[in-house]
């Protein structure tokens, strides 16, 4: 931290305050019906087979997880292992406070807040006659409520930056979360332009971006944000696919393409932000074998639709373009071994192109670089 702040960086961290992993310590101590911490999370009874509700978890399958012993369900929008927190609860909110403010103590400047605006949940819990659940959720009664006290306690008062990742979210939604009078959050990312190649909302199926489409959602945030509330730009994160290979090219004007869609970026409102890999163009890492992937959403979803027969050269194409895999690569630095990026075993397989895109090569030779960030900042 000292070392950032002696160049001038600063650094945010990534909360995650819509759920925590069963294998921590407040998810342990939940099991017990007697815990104080039982109420940390969101617990209702069903039967083995019959879960609260009709709520589908993002990963695929219910969003509820039986658990035996206790004889009761747990909620967990995301993965079985990710169970959500009871936001209710006081005593959590109290708790998540104190996690901000031990990082704040220690010299962190700013926090993105993963897929915040579904921390309240409606308290009844319905069954979704028309769909997955989402609507119960996505924005929830309270979650400006919330927003406003985290605001409140913590974030103004410690001067600290904040960016909410919304999912599924509003523009109206969004004027209120990111308003520039700063009562709840600096800035929201949204979703809504990286949805333009899903037609009818269907993720998994390949198809052309529609950019007229495109367009147009730019058009409605930049001019609903303006004077408002903030926007947080970006293309690219580790849940989405690489822009070039996307929206863009990877042969012969893979350069222009990267460059042209880091000018689009740039030239509008807001604060942009940049994953990496996107300095130099970086693509889809063009993986052919299902054993490739480690995505949780990626082998679900082939699992699933293999099931339901669909053809498995048919799959393994749509993840090579939609695959959150495609951005969690190791970063190519080099044409070494692992890109340079490791002298170990990488988690993930690299990239099939990385002896070319790289770095090194792209400090070599100007002309393979894509973003010149302080030229780019100076004239955006």
């Known amino acids: 931290m000292t070392q950032a702040k002696s160049r001038g960086i600063r650094i945010i961290l990534d909360m995650v305050f819509n759920h925590t992993s069963t294998q921590h310590a407040w998810f342990r101590e939940a099991l017990n019906k007697e815990s104080p911490y039982r109420q940390f999370y969101i617990w209702r009874d069903g039967e083995p087979e019959t879960p609260p509700n009709n709520w589908r978890s993002k990963f695929g399958g219910s969003a509820w997880r039986w658990h035996a012993e206790s004889e009761q369900y747990y909620l967990h929008l995301f993965a079985p292992e990710q169970a959500d927190l009871n936001w209710e609860n006081p005593a959590v909110r109290a708790e998540l406070k104190k996690v901000c403010e031990f990082w704040a103590d220690r010299g962190v400047d700013g926090l993105r807040l993963d897929v915040v605006n579904l921390i309240s949940k409606d308290p009844r819990y319905p069954e979704d006659l028309d769909g997955d659940g989402r609507r119960f959720y996505t924005d929830g009664p309270r979650a400006h409520e919330f927003l406003h006290e985290m605001n409140r306690d913590v974030f103004t008062p410690r001067g600290l930056m904040t960016v909410g990742e919304m999912s599924s979210t509003s523009l109206e939604h969004c004027q209120r979360y990111a308003a520039l009078t700063g009562s709840e959050l600096s800035m929201t990312f949204n979703f809504h332009h990286l949805k333009v190649d899903y037609p009818g909302g269907e993720k998994w199926t390949l198809a052309k971006p529609d950019f007229v489409a495109l367009k147009t959602l730019f058009r409605h945030w930049q001019q609903g944000m303006h004077n408002v509330a903030w926007n947080a730009l970006f293309w690219c994160n580790h849940d989405q696919p690489r822009i070039v290979s996307r929206f863009g090219d990877e042969g012969e004007y893979r350069v222009p393409a990267a460059k042209m869609l880091a000018m689009v970026l740039h030239g509008m409102q807001g604060t942009p932000y940049i994953y990496q890999g996107e300095e130099i163009g970086m693509t889809n890492p063009h993986f052919t074998r299902i054993t490739d992937y480690r ?48 002298a170990g075993e990488p988690w993930i397989s690299l990239g099939d ?25 100076r004239t955006a």
Do not use: C
């Open 353 to 377: 192109n990385y002896q070319e895109i790289n770095v090194e090569a792209a400090l070599t030779d100007e002309s393979l670089g894509v973003l010149h960030l302080p030229k780019v900042n």
């Open 295 to 342: 995505d949780v959403e990626s082998l679900n979803m082939f699992a699933e639709l293999r099931n339901d027969g669909r053809d498995a050269d048919e799959l393994l194409a749509i993840l090579a373009s939609k695959s959150r895999d495609n951005s969690r690569t190791p970063m190519q630095w080099s044409n070494g071994d692992n890109a340079g990026f490791t």
